[in-house]
């Protein structure tokens, strides 16, 4: 060989292949995609786009801190490979960015999901009946032994076969390894695809391997002349104990915690005279950080008290007691007290200001929040760093259950963040601004007392009204006074027509609002839950038949449910009564 040709060759054998001699192998971590919502209804996905669901995302982040933690000695890869599913792109995302910024990801086809044709989107138990034959094939995704003609066999509707599965996914693995200047490589594909790299490095493997799992992690070695070994198989160490099973088959199982309230909450009743519970009273007198004023050792929480409540009690208490003084008495036999219709009002105007003021002054049901997020939660963060939503099975239906950034908690059911008041509150049914005050747990009864108070004071306001225009139209008209001669009556005085129509408006508002909350108290819902409809198809876990309904919310109002035990079980992961949409909280 001439000199420069020598020169050139080895020139291009520096260029090309010089870090295959300077390391025997290139090391191959190839890892599955975090779980969707087709793998928990047992679909087929294929090359359908379906996005990961919650699980999914946490799975994503507990598989890239543990690649970062068995990297952490080693120099990581610059390039994540990925399927362009976003299923594998979102969980390779999360490993590149726990990595480190110099990480990037780069889509390849050839690591899509296996072309399923005619049976994607299908029910597993739906394409083994009606395709037999393609679901024969398909069954034996992960196994090694297969035989010739069924590898090569196509999937109905355009699919593919197992064999071009397998020819396309390790060539993209080959040539990431010979780019590789790390002599490391991370791949981020899908199960049809893993199961086909373990037939290519074990092509007659009589030994059965376990199924991959969702954001399982498998290891490989591939040598420069192409030989592959695996290291290690659909490991899912890294997911034990939190949201993901160990194995699966080829969907996903359940994992939850069973969170069992022991002992239900005091049936404190007068909460503003015995006072709120231990822990709360602890924050709410040391360390409370919301904008209401607490008082008496948490007893009491003053939101809005200027204008809204000083408004509404002027705007209502004093024409009130103008009417005590000065109309009432008109229609009345002696003192007001000695005439039963003006005792019956003087009882409702007494029992109007003090359901007023325990309404507009009580605390609502504050939730002591967290200083900072609770170190546990850390191993359940989406990829925004937020804690992940929760779901709780309660009377076998599932909702959602979201964590509180503010008050860095995961609120109860049925609570939650006010943005008036910055609270986080229990049985959070909504914020009055007339009250200037949370309308929630601990003083719900006392505002519906309020409200139905009022309308009956009002429709007798009404009545001694026109009983007053009577009078005034007999004396000025005689007793064969007509309708017009009232009409004429009420043009004479601008001030008791003016308080007319001031009753009959505020009588009609409190009126539909009396109806509205009977109506949700009979199903057990609060204002927040039925405004955002939390419980569609009639899936409301809290309504056990009007009469406990009420008994639970009038009389008990601390308890969860209205009878039996307060039992929740909690995951990451819906159940399979969850439909979306059913939330404690756009929470």
């Not at 950080?289 to 000083?310: E, I, K, M």
Request: net charge neutral.
């Amino acid at each position: 060989m001439r000199p420069c040709a020598a020169l050139v060759a080895v020139s291009i054998f520096a260029r090309q292949g010089c870090h295959l001699l300077s390391r025997p192998f290139c090391e191959v971590i190839v890892v599955r995609h975090g779980e969707t919502d087709w793998n928990q209804q047992l679909r087929v996905q294929g090359t359908t786009d379906i996005n990961l669901n919650e699980r999914g995302r946490l799975q994503a982040q507990m598989c890239a801190r543990a690649l970062t933690k068995l990297l952490e000695s080693r120099e990581p890869p610059r390039t994540i490979y990925s399927s362009e599913l976003r299923r594998a792109s979102l969980t390779a995302s999360a490993i590149a960015a726990s990595l480190g910024k110099s990480v990037e990801v780069r889509e390849d086809p050839r690591l899509n999901e296996w072309n399923l044709g005619s049976i994607e989107g299908m029910r597993k138990a739906d394409a083994a009946s009606r395709h037999a034959d393609d679901w024969a094939v398909f069954s034996q995704w992960c196994a090694t032994n297969v035989a010739e003609e069924v590898t090569k066999y196509p999937i109905s509707g355009g699919g593919e076969s197992m064999e071009e599965v397998r020819q396309r996914a390790a060539l993209c693995i080959e040539e990431a390894c010979q780019a590789s200047p790390c002599g490391l490589v991370i791949a981020v594909t899908h199960g049809g695809v893993l199961g086909q790299l373990l037939r290519h490095s074990e092509p007659n493997s009589q030994e059965p391997r376990a199924t991959p799992t969702n954001a399982c992690i498998s290891r490989f070695r591939v040598q420069p002349g192409g030989g592959w070994k695996v290291l290690s198989w659909a490991s899912s160490d890294h997911l034990k104990g939190d949201a993901s099973p160990a194995a699966a088959d080829y969907g996903a199982s359940k994992y939850c915690d069973l969170v069992r309230i022991k002992e239900p909450p005091p049936r404190l009743g007068l909460t503003f005279i015995f006072g709120v519970e231990k822990s709360f009273h602890e924050y709410l007198t040391t360390r409370y950080q919301g904008s209401s004023t607490v008082l008496c050792g948490g007893r009491f929480a003053l939101g809005q008290l200027w204008p809204n409540s000083a408004s509404t009690f002027a705007l209502t208490f004093l024409p009130g007691y103008w009417y005590m003084r000065e109309q009432l008495p008109a229609v009345t036999e002696g003192p007001i007290y000695l005439d039963p219709l003006g005792l019956v009002q003087l009882v409702l105007g007494i029992t109007i200001l003090v359901c007023f003021v325990i309404s507009a002054t009580i605390n609502p049901g504050i939730i002591p929040r967290n200083e900072k997020m609770p170190q546990e939660l850390e191993q359940h963060l989406d990829l925004r760093g937020v804690p992940c939503h929760r779901f709780l099975k309660i009377c076998n239906i599932t909702l959602k259950q979201k964590y509180c950034s503010t008050c860095n908690i995961f609120r109860p059911p049925r609570s939650k963040h006010c943005s008036f008041c910055d609270n986080c509150v229990l049985r959070f049914d909504h914020h009055c601004t007339w009250l200037g005050n949370c309308v929630a747990l601990y003083n719900y009864r006392y505002f519906v007392v309020l409200i139905y108070s009022a309308t009956i004071f009002l429709m007798l306001c009404i009545y001694v009204n026109t009983v007053v225009y009577g009078l005034q139209a007999h004396q000025q008209f005689g007793p064969d006074y007509g309708f017009l001669d009232v009409l004429w009556v009420l043009t004479q005085d601008a001030w008791l027509l003016l308080f007319f129509l001031y009753c009959l408006f505020l009588m009609l508002a409190v009126l539909l609002l009396s109806v509205y909350h009977t109506v949700i108290s009979i199903q057990n819902l609060t204002t927040n839950e039925h405004v955002k409809n939390y419980y569609r198809d009639g899936q409301n876990p809290f309504d056990f038949g009007p009469m406990k309904n009420c008994k639970q919310i009038y009389c008990f109002p601390e308890l969860v449910l209205p009878e039996g035990e307060d039992k929740i079980e909690a995951d990451y992961v819906p159940f399979g009564s969850y439909s979306d949409g059913q939330s404690f909280d756009e929470l």
